[in-house]
DNA sequence: TGTAAATTACGCACTATTCTGTAACCAGGT
DNA sequence: ACCTGGTTACAGAATAGTGCGTAATTTACA
């Protein structure tokens, strides 16, 4: 997603919200805090490249709170700001949106092709 | 977003609306059936394959319902189906919420730093 | 009347752009 | 020297856009 066609608060929140990782992490941070590294340990298939970058866009959409503590081995905590635990339920009602509507969604393609066949008039 | 690392319903929802387009078609649908061309007019800047390929995605999600009608220059129809119909609030409640963190989102950053010193001293 | 052109919704092949991963390296602290 | 968190450099994969072709039928125009 490179660029935005409007200015729709819907699309600038998908640009964030875009992609495999964002509301895994969110999901991984309502649990509270956690750390680089126990965030690469909940879901190993993530690199640490992409990690770092998506914690940062995050982090700059104000989502996610990073805060470096000084000392030993360098520790960065990660936690959601009040934006991003608001947006939690926002996401859980979309799982549940897809769990409810599954029998709904499977039975697409044919629906009431009543006036399919009229051969325009 | 080429697999999905759980089977949790969020990434599934995710996978399908990630991107630009499909919150942007949800949007545009919302008013009615449109045909294939009217969505072009009403966003320019997806392209003839693009808009193929996603409108097909949707329909294979069960989002949207495609209706094929014979005879004249081919013209098919677009609609939302009963879940996609489900799913428009819950998209219109994302906006919302980008909207109304607009303020909170932007003074990220600093937070209450007792614990420790952002920038590392 | 014959023939070319347009319309609509694509599919295909090719190119351009962007994303993601690997690996290596850097910084601060013990 | 080693740890944690992060960045840069360079692939390689994936995604998006362009242009051309096609189906059936109507229309443009000589």
Redesign the pocket.
Known sequence: ??DVVSRCPIEETMRVLS???PTLLLYYLKDGTK????L?RDNP?????????E??KLEEAGIVR?T?H???????DYDLTEPGLKLVPLIDALGDWWEDTEDDRASRASSTPETSLDTAA
Chains 1, 2 share one sequence.
């Open positions: 997603m490179k992609g495999r990782w750390r680089f590294s126990d690469r298939t993530v690199s640490h490249r992409i990690l770092a970058l914690l940062r990073r470096a000084a000392g030993y081995p360098l520790r960065v």
